[in-house]
Structures are given as C-alpha cells and as structure tokens.
C-alpha cells in the first residue's frame, strides 16, 4: 500500500476531443485534480484523475482464482475425460436432497433470460455498460469491447490485476496520461504507471457498487409492486386470515418463481404451491423440455432436456427451503405492511444490539447491511446475502463456499427467530471433543501482557485466579477472560481449571485516529524473530543491539501499564464494552489460540536429565511421571542426555510452591472419556513447554468451561495407575489404589531401575549420589523424623516415608557398582604407573624447551600428552611424549615438565583441555570415592532403624512401609530365582499377611518377625536381613 502525498486540487476544465495523425480518436476527459509526483494517481477516461488518497483498497493484491463452474448437464449427467455423457435421468426423489455442489447457470444467458434464479443482483449484471451512469466515455467503451466486455457482470467479475495490464499498454491510456503530464508539468513516469492504470479499473468497479446500491432500492420496490400486480391479475391474492392458515402447510409458488415461472407452472401443470411442485410427476422434465423448445432454438434436444431438469432441480430446491422456513416466510410477508414500524424501531437505535450470539465480523456484516435488531435478522432471506456474506469475509482473508455461507447465515436466522420469540433458549451446536492437532491456528492471538495478572483468590483457599485479555488486531476488539480454579467436574479428579468468558469491548469511534495502518506489503522483519544459538550446549542466548534495527520502531508507540495493541498504540480506555452479544471462537476471523501460561520450567531445577527424573520417580511412587515433559534440548552432565522438565519438590514429589500458583498446573486430563471437551493443546520449544486454549464452539459471556487437555498415547502408563486407561476399562486391570496390582506393577519396573544403576559409570553414579544429597534426603529426612506429624499432608508423608527406604535401596545398588567399578580399575592399572612419580600415563603435561638429540629441531616448549614411561640406567623416569600435528619427543627427563596451568591452554584444542581435566580427577579419585563412600551411608535406612517408628505412626502410612519391605523381599527372591510361586499369589499371600498385623499394638522386636514371615512366603530359603 503506498502511502498518501499532499494533492493539488484544479478547477473543473474540458479537453475537446481531437484527432491524432494516425486519425485515432483520444480520450475524452475532464480534469477533476492532479497530484504530486510522490502520490499515485488514478486516470478515468470518462475525465477524473484523483490522488492515491482515494484508492480502494482489495483485500489482496493476489488475484482471486475463480473455479470452473460446471454446466448443467455436467451435474446432471456424468462425464468421463475420454467418454461421451452418459444420460442418467434425474428423479424427483434424488432433487430433494441439497446438492454439495454450487450449480454454475448464473453464467447461462438462457437460464437468467427465462428468470430461473432471477434478482435484483443478476438483472443488474446483465446491463449492459453503455446504460451506466455515469456513462462511460466512447475511448472507455472502446476498452471494453477489445477486452470482450459487455456488461456490468463482466466487468465486475473481471481481474483488476491483469485488466490494469492491458490498460496500461492501451494507446488511449498512454495519451491521456501523457496530456495530464503536460498539463501538470510533471514527467510522464509519474503518471503511466501500473498503479494509476489499476486505480483506473478500481474507480470503474466503484462507479459500478455505487450504482447498484441506488438501482436495488428502487428495483426492488419495482419487483414488489409487480408481483402484487401480476397476483391480482391472476387471481392469487389471499386475506391475511388465509395466508395465516395455509402458510404454516405450504407455500405459494409467487414468492419463489418469477411471474414468466409461476404462469408456465400454472397453465400447463396446474402447479400453484411449492408442495404441488414437490410431490409433481417424475416425468414432469419431458414435458417441460418440449414446452422450453422453442426457446432454445439452435441447442440440441440433449442440451435442452439438461437445461430443463436443472431448472426443475432449482425449483425444487427453492420449495423445499421454503418450506423448511415457512413460518419466517409467514412472518416476512405479514410484515410488509409493517415496514413503517421497524423503521420507527431503528430510528430509536443509534447503533446495531443483537441478543443472538454473534461473532464480531457477523456483527459487522448485519451492520453493515442495515440489520441491527434480532427481529430484522431472524427476517433476513439467506440467498439474497449469500454473496455479500461471502465477499466480506474474503475482505477479512476469510474463503467459505457459499453453500457454507448460506447454511450458516440460515443458522444465523433461526437463533435470531429464538431469541425474539423468548419461547427458547439457542441451542449451541455440536463440536469435536477431540483437537486434531494438525489444523490448528498457527497463530497465537496478541495478549495484552500488562493486563494479564495471576492473583492469589483470598476467598478461594488462596488458590490462584488469571485474568486473560486477548487482542484480536483485525478486528481490534478485545476479548477478556478469567481463570478460576474449583473442584472438578470429573469424579475423584481433584481440583480443574475453569475459563469464563467475561465480555468483549470494541475500539471506541472516537479513538480510531489512533490505527497504525502499515503499507499492505509490511512483513514482521526477521530480525524480532526469535534468533537460537546453533552450538552444541545449551545456555547460549542471542541478542540484537542497535539503532533502527528492525525498520519498523517508527511505528511502536512506548508501552504503557495498560497498553494495547500490535504497536502499543491504543489503551484499555480506548475500548468500550459491547452492548450486543459478541461470543469467542478460536475459529472466528481474527481470532486464534490464546496462551494460558508456561508449563514448565519455572525454576532451574525443574530441569533434569532423563536418568535422574526416573530415579526421583522410582523414589515417589512414581508421582512425579503424572506432571512430566520431554523437551527437545540436550543437557550436558557426563555427555549430551536427554532433557525432562517438571515442577514437582524434589523432597516431595508434589508440585512446588510456584507451580501451585499456576493456573496450568491445575488443568486436568480427559483421558478416553469421549463426551469429555479437550480444548487445550501443549505446544514445545526446544526448553519449555506452555499451555494454548483453543476454544471450538462459541463462548457468550458469563459462559464458564472446565480447561482439558489430552495426553494422548504417552501418558497411557499413567493412566493405567490411576484407574482410568484403556486396561482398565476393557480388560478390568486394578489401579494403584489396589495394593496387590501396584506392587506387581512395582516390581516389574525396580528390576529395569537396578539394571540402570548397575550400568551407570563412576561419574554418572557420583552425579546421583550428590542429586539425592543435595535435594532429596534432607527434606524427607526432616519430614519423617519429627516427633509428631499431626496436620501433615497424609499423601505426602506417606510417599516421603516410603522414599526413605528407597534412597536405602538406591544406596546398596550404587555401593555394589561403585565397588565393581573400583575392582575393574585396579586389575586393568599398568605395571608402568609408578605411584612415586606425579606423572602418570596419559596426563598432560608441558615441557620446557626439550630438544631431541637424534633429531634435528629446534627445542619444543608447549603442552604435550605422556603416551608412555620408561627409566634410564640410572632409574630416572623418562617420558615418550606425544606432541600435535603427530609428532613425538622420546626419552624426556622429568626435569623439564610440569602440570600445566589455566593460561597455558589458551588457544589449545579442546581436546587436550577435557584430557587435562580427567587427568585432575584421577588425581584425586581417592579422597572423591571416601566421600562419596560416607554419602552412600549416609543414605541407609536400616530396618531396625525404620522399625522404631512404625508403632507411632498413622495406620494408612504404617501399610506403604510394610507393602514396601513386602516389595524389597519379593525382588530379591525373584532376582534369585527362590521364589516358591509365581509373584502374584506371593503377593495375595503377602496382603493376607499384612491385613492380620497391627504393629501399632506390638513390640519393636515384633517387626522382625514379621520380616521372618514374608521370606518365609516368597522364598524357598532363609531370607538375610539388613542389620
């Protein structure tokens, strides 16, 4: 879009026309007012030339493909590529059905000459372009007759693209822009430009809307007072008390068909009312081909017979939508002696107040129309909109069908009648309850971040509360929204999340000055993109410095608390509530998904690798598995390893404290429960993961739905625990609250658990040990250890108590591989390590001007690898030294090295820097293996030890210890192969066991025989206790 220059306006003067030397006759034309060389300008040979200011801006510069509309005889009979028409008659019965295809005869002159689909719109297109006014000059005509056309429907369905070519290489065009050059005294490329020559056509298609908005009112007034001409000529003129009666059973042909129609019918089949023509002959298209024959002189009879069954398809059609809406059909020809009335009723409205729910653009489009109540609107006739509706959406970057328009706009009137009437509530229509991922906006729609809050509810148990606004910039209308957290409406799911809809507010008329209005070509520059580092480990962040960087900061306003808006430009004052009952869809124009909040990560911590999120989740019943996320980045600890993100406490299990005051932590999942709505869907970055709200089915407001999303295939095992997968549901497996299917299901997965420990290396191991050090055991720790435990959450002392014991597990494990490991490291040491040389075999080292002696170089003085150690006659040390580039220094003295320092690898491969620092860690592997040794014990919880406080704990918290100690004895038995029986009726045997003992009533020493009683249930041996 080209931006606007100052004009200078001159007073109306004449050209005369005249003849060049050719003998071709020029343009005429008026001179209305020129402009400046910065401005286009728009040339009309009827004599206007105008600045850019008043160009008319299309919705794209693309030109629009227009399909290729069938004929009729291509709907009716079916045509191969290579075949001939197969005639396969049309039955009655078959036209009943609406068709999914839109019939092409608006473009056949027989069909429009005869009336079938005839109105005001088509009439208007057939004029002809010589009886427009204003007229059209004779060099104007001239053009469109060399461009083939000839009427108001060519040229109003004419490409503007590619006729503003072909005038700007006309010879009449070049002349007149070459007078306007000399007579303004500017260069003739100011003017003959493709944007002047397609400012032209645009102005021709206005003259051409312009005068079909006058000639509708008056040809519809003239259609009105003939067809009550032509129905007292023909005696169809009926009381009110009889079009009362009749109309709710049938519907007269006169309000369908034209007159040339209704007579035909009439006379020649006795048809009157649209039932008539419904329940008519099947053979009725051989009789209306034979009487249509002479108006088709020159077609052949196969052609005509087409022509006549797609004639009688469209009246059936018409009848039978007729009579589907006979009561608003009714209602629409009781009123007109009412129009007085309504125009009293807008006279009253100084703006459009709908009660339907409408979205914001179907709002602006009855508006536009002149429709503004819900009674004018439940009057509407869907075909005469049909086009208009869809040519506004199309200006909205919205492409629908117009059978798709058609169906709605009739949606659209039916939820009008409802709500006029008061006798029913309109009833929302169905939706998919399932997202399908793939069609989703690619969009996210603008939020207003300053005034999107989470606050603490004080009035709701301190549980968070959201408030969402939501800028729609085509439309710029803002859309406020809630978040509230309550109990949810699936059994035994906890708390849920749930968005009420608040309103929508719409740009104020007196703050429209304020819209920033970008040249149509204007592109987000790459620049506010987000840029990714491309290195291999992750905490690289990109940024952008500098004056104008982004070539658009003259459009950005500065932000404010309340600011609005793609450029800042408006304030929430600017906006005023809307009177009318605007809803929200994602799927409305100018609308898309709506960010609810981050997931995770939202602290540093709820980063972990892979490895060490599974041996927390082993540690907490697998708990924090139901609030998991894999991400994409890699993080580097002990090499690249996969990434998960969760916000649960690491001495817990649970969510922490920032995550209960997200709202996204509280939405719920849907699980298989079809009737359940997924309306919010996960998207990723390469780090984190957020929440988006796609809303299907239209909002009103004050409206309330509960947030869901779904997990899909990935969460099934968590399901499966919770009592609500696809195994429990049709093959009826237990969940975790049964005690024997979550033992089972714990002992099936320890045994993969002890399998990745027993693979861990010294590094990996020692990374474990101090995750569980660090940020696990002190917490549980000091949760189990207190004296009393009253007003504790039950569930998470449970699970802490029960993650005690399991650290004591993890501890054995990690001891017996860390051992392994030690063992495996001496047997494999070189019989050339001396322990009395600080040197050791592949350490680096640097060495100090040593010079070869066999070989003839300078002296090296750099860093250097040991790749052996040998000792002279004198048993000293000497060193073979790797050097880069392959080179080798032999039988180099310890006097010359030393242990390299930090700035000695400044400009060395990273290679060497890693190997150095391996090196410094073997150096000093025997103080880190006591340390970590003494942390391995630190994390034992011996039996005796747990056993003391059994007796005063909590009867549910007492059972998990027991069932835990039964869980530890199953896997060794099975580990060994001493089971007696298969694991489940070891289990059965086990509940039967803890059911009769009630340690609460016992003696400490009763716990070991108790331990006694389970080995003797699994094994067929004696069982070892830890002491």
């Known amino acids: 879009m080209m931006l606007p220059a100052n004009s200078i306006s001159f007073n109306d003067t004449s050209v005369m026309s005249h003849k060049d030397s050719d003998g071709d006759s020029s343009m005429d034309m008026d001179i209305c007012s020129t402009s400046s060389s910065d401005s286009p300008v728009n040339i009309d040979f009827c004599g206007s030339c105008s600045s850019g200011e008043e160009e008319v801006i299309e919705p794209s510069l693309k030109p629009l493909k227009r399909h ?234 196969h052609e005509i017979e087409c022509i006549c069954e797609g004639m009688l398809y469209s009246w059936l059609l018409r009848s039978r939508e007729a009579i589907e809406s006979a009561q608003s059909t009714a209602t629409r020809m009781e009123t007109e002696n009412s129009c007085d009335t309504i125009s009293e009723e807008r006279a009253f409205l100084p703006y459009a107040k709908f009660q339907t729910p409408l979205s914001y653009v179907d709002f602006l489009f009855f508006e536009q129309e002149g429709i503004l109540t819900d009674h004018e609107l439940s009057l509407i006739d869907p075909s005469l909109l049909t086009r208009q509706y869809a040519a506004f959406l199309r200006t909205k970057g919205e ?30 229509s169905s939706q998919n309850t399932r997202l399908d991922l793939g069609k989703l906006p690619k969009g996210v729609m603008l939020s207003a971040s300053n005034l999107c809050k989470t606050t603490i509810d004080t009035n709701n148990n301190g549980l968070p509360m959201k408030t969402l606004i939501v800028y729609d910039d085509l439309n710029r209308v803002l859309y406020e929204f809630s978040v509230s ?203 984190s993961v957020s929440y988006y709200v796609y809303i299907e089915r239209p909002m009103e407001a004050g409206e309330t739905r509960e947030l869901l999303i779904n997990y899909r295939e990935k969460y099934e095992d968590i399901r499966e625990r919770r009592g609500y997968g696809l195994a429990n549901i049709n093959l009826g497996m237990k969940g975790d609250d049964d005690d024997v299917s979550r033992v089972l299901r714990n002992h099936n997965e320890r045994i993969p658990t002890e399998a990745t420990i027993m693979s861990c290396s010294e590094d990996e191991i020692q990374t474990l040990v101090d995750f569980i050090q660090e940020r696990v055991l002190g917490g549980v720790i000091e949760a189990t250890s207190q004296a009393t435990i009253s007003g504790a959450d039950t569930d998470i002392l449970a699970r802490q108590f029960v993650a005690r014991r399991r650290i004591h597990w993890i501890s054995e494990v990690c001891r017996r591989r860390l051992l392994l490991l030690i063992n495996s490291q001496e047997d494999d040491s070189s019989s050339e390590d001396d322990d009395n040389s600080i040197f050791q075999k592949g350490m680096v080292v640097f060495v100090h001007g040593w010079m070869d002696k066999h070989v003839p170089r300078p002296p090296y003085t750099g860093l250097s690898t040991i790749s052996s150690i040998s000792k002279d006659k004198f048993d000293r040390h000497c060193f073979e030294l790797s050097l880069p580039k392959g080179k080798h220094l032999t039988n180099v003295p310890a006097a010359v090295l030393t242990i390299p320092e930090e700035a000695d690898f400044v400009g060395a491969p990273q290679r060497l820097r890693a190997s150095h620092l391996k090196s410094q860690r073997d150096r000093n592997r025997p103080q880190v293996r006591c340390k970590l040794l003494k942390d391995l014990s630190s994390m034992e919880w011996k039996l005796s030890s747990m056993a003391q406080y059994l007796p005063d704990l909590p009867k549910s918290i007492q059972t998990m210890l027991l069932w835990e100690v039964a869980e530890e004895v199953l896997f060794h038995a099975s580990k060994d192969n001493d089971l007696m029986h298969p694991p489940k009726e070891v289990v059965a045997k086990f509940a039967k066991l803890i059911e009769k003992n009630d340690l609460a009533k016992k003696s400490t020493n009763s716990f070991a025989s108790f331990y006694d009683e389970l080995c003797a249930i699994a094994r067929q041996s004696t069982c070892a206790r830890d002491s």
């Not at 706009?409 to 509530?425: D, I, P, Y």
């Open 485 to 687: 957290i309550h109990d949810s409406s699936i059994p035994n799911s906890g708390l849920g999340a749930f968005l009420t809809f608040k309103g929508a507010k719409v740009l104020k008329k007196s703050s429209q000055a304020k819209v920033k209005n970008p040249a149509k070509s204007y592109r987000t520059p790459a620049t506010r993109n987000p840029r990714e580092a491309l290195f291999a480990f992750s905490g690289a962040t990109v940024t952008l410095t500098g004056t104008n960087l982004h070539g658009d900061e003259y459009l950005d306003e500065k932000e404010k608390e309340d600011s609005v808006g793609v450029w800042n430009e408006f304030s929430q004052n600017d906006f005023v509530e809307s009177d009318s009952n605007i809803t929200f869809s994602s799927k409305h124009v100018g609308c898309a998904l709506i960010e609810l909040d981050r997931y995770a990560p939202l602290l540093k911590a709820d980063r972990k690798t892979e490895f060490i999120f599974c041996i927390k989740d082993f540690l907490f019943g697998h708990e924090p598995s139901s609030w998991r996320f894999d991400v994409s980045e890699k993080l580097n600890v002990n090499g690249l390893q996969n990434q998960v993100v969760d916000f649960t406490d690491d001495a817990t299990g649970s969510p922490h404290a920032v995550a209960r005051a997200n709202t996204a932590m509280y939405v719920n999942e849907c699980g298989h429960d079809i009737s359940l709505v997924e309306n919010v869907c996960s998207l990723e970055t390469c780090r």
């Open 68 to 301: 290729r509309q069938s004929k009729v005889y291509d709907q009716v009979y079916h045509a191969d590529r290579d075949k001939s028409y197969d005639r396969r008659p049309m039955q009655i019965s078959m036209l009943l059905k609406v068709s999914k295809h839109v019939s092409g005869i608006a473009n056949d002159t027989e069909w429009r000459e005869f009336g079938v689909f005839s109105s005001v719109h088509n009439k208007f297109e057939a004029m002809s372009l010589r009886n427009v006014l204003p007229a059209f000059s004779p060099s104007e005509l001239s053009f469109f007759t060399d461009m083939e056309l000839y009427n108001v429907g060519d040229l109003s369905r004419s490409n503007t693209n590619a006729l503003s070519i072909h005038l700007l290489e006309s010879l009449n065009f070049r002349k007149a822009c070459a007078f306007y050059a000399w007579n303004d005294g500017k260069p003739l490329r100011d003017y003959l430009r493709f944007s002047v020559a397609r400012n032209t056509v645009i102005k021709w298609k206005k003259t051409l809307t312009q005068q079909f908005q006058q000639g509708s009112k008056d040809a519809a007034k003239n259609e009105s007072a003939n067809k009550k001409k032509d129905a007292e000529s023909n005696k169809y003129t009926m009381s009110p008390a009889e079009i009362a009666e009749k109309v709710n059973n049938d519907v007269g042909l006169t309000c369908l068909l034209s007159n040339e129609e209704t007579r035909m019918l009439r006379d020649h089949f006795g048809i009157e009312t649209a039932t008539q023509l419904i329940n008519a002959s099947p053979h009725m298209g051989q009789t209306l081909s034979e009487i249509m024959a002479p108006r088709f002189d020159g077609r052949s009879l």
């Open 399 to 428: 492409v629908i069908s117009h059978v798709d328009t058609n169906k709605k706009l009739k949606r659209l009137r039916q939820e009008a009648s409802l709500v006029h009437s008061g006798l029913s509530n309109v009833v929302n």
